[in-house]
């Protein structure tokens, strides 16, 4: 993916992003739907070195969160509660809204993301997180089930997920 000459890169809320996600990726749990945040946030890093949201991901037990969605979502949404997108009159879709942020290179990978794990459930795309190292060195001294909000750092996201890019393609 090459950006164009002089077209900076965006920033989109995570708010935005997951009404995005749910946009494109049809109804899903509030654990699917934060796992594919999490994924998007590190390709996006990986690709790009720069984050397209500003939350941190927590390393919580069913794998990495972001606190301001899961606190937004919390009282509509248990962790395997079904969300879907619900268009609001008069507000912009979520494609217009990203469109309106992000470059196309940008679109284009958060599309990849969605359409590469989409097709797993939240509880495949949790497994998936526990096996990798970002949130398993967040985890560090705490057992399975103990409470834990670590952030995992954006730099350990961004090094282990380019790996992951370049290693296996």
């Keep these: 993916m090459a950006l164009k000459v002089n077209e900076p890169l965006g920033k989109v809320d995570s708010l935005d992003l997951a009404e995005y996600v749910l946009f494109k990726g049809g109804k899903m749990s509030n654990l699917k739907l934060q796992k594919l945040l999490f994924y998007i946030q590190a390709y996006h890093l990986a690709y790009f070195e720069e984050p397209v949201i500003d939350d941190e991901f927590e390393a919580w037990v069913h794998g990495p969160v972001s606190r301001k969605v899961f606190a937004a979502l919390k009282n509509s949404a248990r962790l395997y509660d079904v969300l879907s997108y619900s268009h609001k009159e ?40 526990h096996s990798e190292d970002p949130w398993i060195n967040a985890r560090r001294g705490y057992a399975p089930a103990d409470p834990c909000d670590k952030i995992i750092p954006k730099d350990e996201i961004l090094n282990y997920y380019r790996n992951q890019l370049y290693t296996n393609s």
């Design 90 to 129: 008069g507000e912009d879709t979520p494609d217009k809204v990203l469109d309106d942020h992000l470059t196309d290179e940008q679109i284009e990978a958060i599309d990849d993301v969605i359409e590469e794990f989409g097709t797993l459930s939240g509880l495949q795309l949790e497994k998936l997180t």
